[in-house]
T-cell receptor
Framework: DAKTTQPPSMDCAEGRAANLPCNHS???????VYWYRQIHSQGPQYIIH?????ETNEMASLIITEDRKSSTLILPHATLRDTAVYYC????????????WGAGTKLIIKP | ETGVTQSPTHLIKTRGQQVTLRCSSQ?????VSWYQQALGQGPQFIFQ???????GRGNFPPRFSGLQFPNYSSELNVNALELDDSALYLC?????????????FGPGTRLTVL
């Protein structure tokens, strides 16, 4: 079973920041939070991951709460090409890298 | 650096047949994972291969089997196809089996079982 809970869908205006929440209240101390996105039946694309500190890369920022029970993915300036299903995944460090996926959030960027 | 490729793109089979799907990992990636994605759902882990050995398996029956070759290619074989096997099959490669290494996904093979 997926260890994360996400809203099924969200809208965001083009040019605005898109904030995608994820709940992972049962996360363990050695479990990382990963975010991937999937654009209309293409292969999923890695976005970012983190353990307990906030992370930023060229695509997005990841904010993890202090108790690690939830996180937010931030796309700072959303474009139409960011329309996709976004998956928040928890993975145990050092495991055989099995990713347990939920249903994700369908993010629609509107012009 | 080339990305992960999969073949064929689409495939139609009938119930009871066998199918082989192929994946070419990024050069230097020792690990390949296979996922099944039904319409409207997230991918489900089938199994992972690390240096040509199975390194973990999800909740899939033995008729799902795989191979990994030294040239960074791999195969997913499915015997005795069932209607519920209709799905997008994804392979993903990574540098190593563990650690923080991200997985790089191929575009997938869309399998339809009639």
């Amino acid at each position: 079973d997926a260890k994360t809970t996400q809203p099924p869908s969200m809208d965001c205006a083009e040019g605005r920041a898109a904030n995608l929440p994820c709940n992972h209240s049962t996360i363990s101390g050695n479990e990382y939070v990963y975010w991937y996105r999937q654009i209309h039946s293409q292969g999923p694309q890695y976005i970012i991951h983190g353990l307990k500190n906030n992370e930023t890369n060229e695509m997005a920022s990841l904010i993890i709460t202090e108790d690690r029970k939830s996180s937010t993915l931030i796309l700072p300036h959303a474009t139409l090409r960011d329309t996709a299903v976004y998956y928040c995944i928890v993975r145990v460090f050092g495991s055989n890298y099995q990713l347990i996926w939920g249903a994700g959030t369908k993010l629609i960027i509107k012009p | 650096e080339t990305g992960v490729t999969q073949s064929p793109t689409h495939l139609i089979k009938t119930r009871g047949q066998q199918v082989t799907l192929r994946c070419s990992s990024q050069s230097g990636h020792n690990t390949v994972s296979w996922y099944q994605q039904a319409l409207g759902q997230g991918p489900q882990f089938i199994f992972q291969y690390y240096r040509e050995e199975e390194n973990g398996r999800g909740n899939f029956p033995p008729r799902f089997s795989g191979l990994q070759f030294p040239n960074y290619s791999s195969e997913l074989n499915v015997n005795a196809l069932e209607l519920d096997d209709s799905a997008l099959y994804l392979c993903a490669s990574s540098l190593e089996a563990g650690g923080e290494n991200e997985q790089f996904f191929g575009p997938g093979t869309r399998l339809t079982v009639l």
